[in-house]
């Protein structure tokens, strides 16, 4: 059975950076708590969500929308975090994730995927939960996510076949967990995370055939897990990553057809120089076989099974 507490403003101080419109900050509400996990999968079931409560709301579970109809999330503005995981995958009309105005923070309550790396302990596997969006082949914009400033768990987008950019997500700083961008074929750029500077997992960047640079990640200073770049056969510079101070793990960059060796070879120089410990890797395996562990059926199971994303192949 579901509970709903009421908090006082400044036990939410996480809705005080929201803005409208206008750029203009809007005060802090009050919030109401719901517990446990909610499931939306029509637009009957996201309106029940929505008349749940009359102001705005904070989930502690975690929140699935998937196998849907809807073209937007538009009835769910007075959202304002989820504890737990933001699941969007298998909406084939979705185009844009208005409705999200006011979330400001996914994944507050998941654990933290790099404290096993801090603890000197085994590195698990590649893990992500947190904030989800996946096969969604309509969906060219994140309009919507505008107010979003902490992602706890991870950060996946994994085919979405017309998404073009990472615009509106500029309030984003600090991911605790992973990021993938996987087999986005319409992404040309990643601008809109210029403002990103720690990612508390692995970034992987693999198999988006449109993207031609890494601007969008000048901000980023802190990776504390590995970074993967490959299979990006339009690619042709790393330069959105000189800002780079910390790379916990190794660099993993191959079979990016038009970047040049010349510019692999003296980032990672750069790597080996400034962060002692880390080297490139150029795995055996060729492109099919690796292409074929991201194969949508092989991707849908692991999700539909556990609503994580887990890669053994890390």
């Not at 006082?8 to 719901?34: T, W």
């Not at 996946?156 to 074929?185: A, C, E, K, T, W």
């Not at 990612?199 to 031609?212: H, K, M, V």
């Not at 080297?279 to 395996?285: D, E, S, V």
Request: charged fraction near 20%.
């Amino acid at each position: 059975m579901m509970h709903r507490i009421w908090l006082l403003p400044i036990a939410m101080a996480l809705v005080a950076g929201l803005r409208c419109g206008n750029d203009r900050a809007i005060s802090p509400p009050e919030v109401a708590v719901l517990e446990g996990d909610f499931a939306i999968d029509s637009r009957q079931s996201l309106e029940e969500l929505a008349r749940r409560e009359d102001g705005f709301f904070y989930i502690t579970g975690s929140l699935l929308i998937v196998n849907t109809d809807l073209e937007t999330l538009e009835g769910l503005e007075k959202l304002t975090g989820i504890g737990g995981s933001l699941e969007i995958r298998f909406n084939p009309s979705l185009r844009s994730l208005r409705g999200l105005d006011h979330l400001t923070s996914v994944g507050d309550s998941l654990a933290d995927t790099g404290q096993n790396a801090l603890q000197g302990l085994p590195k698990p596997a590649h893990v992500v939960e947190g904030l989800l969006i996946t096969d969604n082949d309509a969906l060219t914009s994140l309009a919507g996510l505008q107010n979003l400033a902490f992602v706890g768990g991870g950060l996946s987008f994994i085919y979405n076949s017309s998404l073009q950019s990472m615009q509106p997500l500029n309030h984003l700083r600090r991911i605790r967990g992973s990021v993938d961008f996987l087999s986005n074929y319409a992404l040309s750029t990643l601008e809109g995370l210029h403002n990103l500077e720690r990612i508390e997992g692995y970034l992987d960047i693999d198999d988006n055939q449109s993207l031609t640079t890494l601007n969008g990640l000048n901000g980023l200073v802190h990776i504390e897990r590995d970074l993967i770049i490959r299979f990006n056969d339009v690619l042709t510079s790393l330069a959105g990553l000189s800002a780079l101070a910390r790379l916990g793990g190794q660099a993993t960059i191959d079979n990016n057809a038009a970047l040049p060796d010349s510019l692999v070879q003296a980032f990672v120089a750069q790597i080996d120089a400034e962060m002692l410990g880390n080297r490139l890797i150029h795995p055996a395996a060729p492109r099919a076989q690796l292409l074929a562990m991201r194969r949508p059926a092989d991707m849908s199971r692991r999700l539909l099974g556990s609503g994580r994303l887990t890669d053994p192949h890390r």
